[in-house]
């Protein structure tokens, strides 16, 4: 038999904050993938198994034995038919370096960003010559998306629903972290950090030194372009309860007020100093 040949998309998504019902929509998702293929299996199963007629009240024994048979050898049918499709969501804990597999109803409703070390979810699809697989990732560091197949057109089909899925959850504040938007806010947070350090060393009255305007300059690129400092401001995967708002959310409004006071200061300095 030739060889495969085995189309693969792979996607990542910036960011991504939701709940856990979030989370279910996503799993709901990757079986939304497989749905043609489930239905199609369906009609064949059906087509090939009949539903057998009911046995009369005078049916002689060795009717009610080919009757089971007949069930059993049905039911065996259906059995191999759901064994082609395969899935499962495995995850561990922040806290516990063990890794739970299992499906979604084993993920704690409970949960929040600072439980999890990563979730796995996958669907996987195989009979003869047709392969299928898809998968979402959720890790620290990246949301992302893989599908693999044997026919490109549902490979490519499948990747975009499951990004239609994902974007629905993507953080208001996820365009910072585009390529101009994280060079235009690094820009103006260390204009601000730069003004701020003029102002305070002209109003002590003394002549601005052009080395510590430098390096407050140095010091707030290494802040805002330090990875850890900023996955912890703005969280790559933000998973918090419903009752609650995202952890990103909460710390931009944090750095939102403190800005806000710095620019006011700044301005009413300017106004009354001149």
Known sequence: MPAQHIATDSR?????????????????GLSD????????????WEAANPVP?????DASKLDMINAEHLRLIREIRRLTMDDRFTGYCCFELADRPME???????????????????????????????????SVSFESRRVGILVEGTNPFWVE?????????????RPKWAPLFSRWGYRLSQFAFVGLVAAIVWRVTYGLGLAPSWWSLV?????????IGNPRLMNWLLPNVDIHLPASQPTGTTHLKWVGGAIAVSVLGVVLDILLRG
């Open 100 to 134: 739970v597999t299992g499906n979604f109803e084993k993920l704690p409703p409970s949960l929040n960003d600072s439980d999890i070390g990563y979730i796995h979810m996958r669907r996987r699809y195989s009979r003869d010559d047709v392969w299928m697989n898809a």
């Open 215 to 223: 390096g407050a300059v140095f010091i707030s690129f290494l802040a």
């Open 12 to 28: 990542s998504a910036t960011r991504w904050a939701g709940t856990h019902a979030d989370l279910k929509t996503v799993n709901d």
């Open 33 to 44: 993938c497989f749905r043609d293929m489930r239905q199609r299996e369906q009609s064949e």
């Open 157 to 169: 089909s499948a990747a975009d629903l499951l990004e239609k899925i994902l974007v629905v959850r």
């Open 53 to 57: 007629e009911e046995l009369k009240a």
